[in-house]
């Protein structure tokens, strides 16, 4: 079977509302279930007064299925609301694990990360080089402050991460002009990749407005 090519991939995107959960991942000590009911209430209320324009579909970043966390959470967001899934995903050469210990449940969209990148460049040159430089030094800032705590520095592998994360919202909320953000806790860890949402923010690439803070 022919593999459906990144503009294909981009047009069936494009017809979408994208919603997007960010959190902790498997060592989230919370039952999924009640979390993600907060986060559907939420939705819903949001929704209701701001009606997303497009069907809704929530796009996941490759998370493998686990108990606990974020990709629990977005299993039963996604079955509450009755939505499909989508998943944006790092190619295998930069981490060949990524796709396959996905969870696929219920996804109707495999996304790679480099098809994401051409219409966020295409919308804004030079953005993905601004956006790299400003994670760079976030995360020089984040691992200055681990060393002052005698704490070891961030994996090599959360840049790419975190880059994935930042490319996914910036692109969705480009190519389907709107989208929503939902955080899955009221405190974000200063280490964690969701943390780095605020670049997003300072780059103008999501707006502060379409994040739904979590209020658990």
């Known amino acids: 079977m022919t ?78 609301l009755g939505v499909p899934r989508a998943m944006a995903f790092l190619e295998p050469d930069v981490a060949d694990y990524h796709k396959p210990n996905a969870d696929h ?22 953005v993905t080089r601004s956006l790299e430089q400003a994670v760079d030094t976030a995360l020089t800032e984040k691992n200055q402050q681990r060393e002052r705590e005698g704490r070891d520095a961030l994996q090599n592998y959360c840049r790419d991460f975190v880059l994935l994360q930042e490319v996914t919202k910036a692109a969705c909320n480009r190519i389907c002009g709107e989208i929503t953000v939902a955080h899955t806790c009221t405190e974000i860890s200063p280490f964690s990749v969701t943390s780095f949402y605020q670049v ?13 803070a979590y209020e658990g």
Do not use: F
């Open 200 to 212: 997003g923010l300072d780059l103008g690439l999501v707006a502060a407005d379409q994040i739904v």
């Open 3 to 80: 593999a459906p090519s990144d503009t294909s991939v981009i047009d069936a995107l494009a017809q979408y509302h994208p919603l997007i959960i960010e959190g902790m991942g498997g060592y989230d000590p919370r039952a999924p279930e009640p979390v993600a009911m907060q986060i559907v209430s939420q939705l819903r209320d949001r929704w209701r007064a701001q009606p997303p324009a497009k069907p809704v579909l929530l796009v996941t970043q490759g998370d493998p299925i686990e108990e606990r966390g974020i990709s629990a959470i977005t299993r039963c967001v996604a079955d509450e």
């Open 105 to 126: 449940h219920g996804v109707v969209l495999e996304i790679p990360y480099s098809a994401l990148i051409r219409p966020l460049e295409n919308g804004r040159p030079g």
